[in-house]
């Protein structure tokens, strides 16, 4: 294949992204999606979404073929799917954080971390995580295993682990990028409550941030700090 038909290839993929996209979201948050996805190539950005989980029982079946269980640093780093390897993932059980994965065939597919601790973000930049919430981050699941709603077996895994282990169930507390359409709307038929937004750009070296009213009545959002990662 010439890059010329390379091209054209792109392009038809890309446009039939942005045709599902509006066929499922509707064209008006397609576009802003688009036009925010060709800001950030200009500006390094994020807006997001920062909701709690509304405490309702979830009631999704189980993923039928795959076991959701906590698992250890030792099992996560041996068994981890090769979809999913990626740089530092050792610090989260370090302090003491806990992880939730699907697994498959004695392999894990799928994963999330949970932790009551103020989480950084990149270099300069955490979340901050209210007294009395638990905050849910990073979430993946491997591309080939995705479609058959492992997410929601891993929140009700975590849930199950922290009414064992603490005899309560907190309010999970999460941010999630405006432009990210499909998690919003399954937030939404999970009746999760938004707290506010929060913002923060890159801009000549200096860092930025802004957390709407909603985030700072419930102290949380972005901050600065002087972490970094390793």
């Not at 999704?60 to 906590?70: C, S």
């Not at 894990?108 to 932790?115: A, C, E, L, Q, S």
């Amino acid at each position: 294949m010439s890059e010329a038909q390379r091209g054209r290839q792109r392009l038809a993929n890309r446009f039939a992204k942005l045709k599902l996209s509006a066929a499922r979201h509707g064209p008006a948050k397609t576009a802003l999606r688009y036009l925010y996805n060709e800001l950030r190539r200009l500006i390094d950005f994020e807006v997001c979404v920062v909701q709690a989980s509304s405490g309702a029982p979830y009631a999704w079946p189980d993923a039928q073929g795959y076991e959701t269980r906590v698992v250890e640093q030792t099992e996560f780093l041996e068994k981890l799917s090769e979809e999913l390897k990626q740089d530092n993932l050792a610090w989260p059980f370090q302090r003491g954080d806990v992880c939730t994965a699907s697994v498959c065939q004695d392999e894990i597919v799928g994963f999330n971390f949970y932790t009551f601790q103020d989480t950084i973000v990149r270099n300069g930049l955490s979340f901050r995580v209210p007294h009395g919430y638990v905050y849910s981050f990073k979430s993946f699941t491997a591309p080939s295993h995705r479609g058959r709603k492992l997410e929601p077996d891993r929140w009700k895994a975590s849930r199950a682990h922290r009414n064992r282990v603490l005899g309560k169930d907190p309010k999970s507390i999460f941010y999630i990028n405006v432009t990210n359409l499909e998690s919003l709307a399954a937030n939404k038929m999970s009746k999760s409550i938004t707290l506010g937004y929060a913002a923060y750009a890159l801009l000549f070296g200096r860092l930025l941030i802004f957390n709407s009213p909603g985030c700072s009545r419930h102290k949380t959002g972005f901050a600065r700090t002087s972490v970094v990662c390793d």
